[in-house]
């Protein structure tokens, strides 16, 4: 297994296990049959309407085809990148594999770095030209990742980075339960934590503190996994 040094914007050093070409293409795989699973319901719709209503069929033979080929475009495109961003770098074939898609930098993947990726995941890469890429490049990098700057990386939590993007991205209501006071106490705190002598002592007043802040909020269950990552 190739590994891969990077330094976080949080000046931490990480390890990364690169994804080999075996696991993205098995985890490919799974994520096309989802896909084509999701894509023979719409035809399943498509026939069952043909079937009772024929007459429909008929008038507007060319605008349901259209549309169908419209929405088959949107669900090939769209399937990936709604996976990535809402699962954090996954979809259900890289969950499934333990992989991930994360920047350069080890920071989350966001709408852009998703879109452009993704954009050569089913147009050029898609015609072989991604795994001759994935097989050559020291990084196992197709043109999409390329493009993006990105990269995959088989996930081990205890080696994923905290960082504090990653924390801000883990809460929709980041903004409204953290003060700026609070924010620039988090921001500092990753910047300087692999220099700190007492870093575990530290974070355990951190967890302790806001682990108070949102028990009396009435939010501790919901806010649990944000202290943990602490």
């Known amino acids: 297994m190739k590994k891969i040094r990077i330094i976080t914007p949080e000046n931490i050093e990480i390890e990364y296990t690169l994804a080999d070409l075996g696991s993205r293409v098995a985890a490919a795989a799974i994520d096309m049959i989802i896909k084509d699973l999701i894509v023979m319901v719409m035809v399943i719709g498509l026939l069952l309407s043909l079937y009772y209503n024929p007459s429909l069929w008929e008038e ?9 080929f419209i929405v088959y475009a949107i669900i090939s495109y769209g399937y990936f990148m709604y996976a990535e961003l809402k699962m954090n770098g996954r979809t259900p074939g890289k969950k499934f594999l333990k992989l991930r898609t994360i920047r350069n ?6 709408f852009k770095h998703s879109a452009l990726r993704n954009l050569f995941k089913i147009t050029i890469d898609s015609y072989g030209i991604g795994i001759a890429f994935i097989f050559f490049n020291k ?7 390329l493009v993006a700057s990105t990269m ?12 504090l993007e990653s924390l801000q991205n883990s809460k929709e209501h980041y903004s409204y339960y953290i003060t700026e006071e609070e924010d620039r106490l988090l921001r500092e705190y990753f910047e300087r934590k692999s220099t700190l002598e007492d870093y575990t002592k530290v974070r355990e007043e951190m967890k302790s503190y806001f682990t108070e802040k949102f028990q009396n909020l009435g939010i ?4 649990q ?5 602490i």
């Open 225 to 229: 996994e944000f202290i943990n990552r």
């Open 139 to 145: 990084e196992h990098k197709r043109i999409g990742d």
């Open 60 to 68: 507007h033979y060319g605008w349901i085809l259209g549309i169908a």
């Open 105 to 110: 930098s080890g920071e989350p993947i966001t």
């Open 220 to 223: 501790l269950e919901e806010w």
């Open 152 to 163: 995959v990386i088989m996930e081990d939590e205890k080696d994923m980075p905290i960082t």
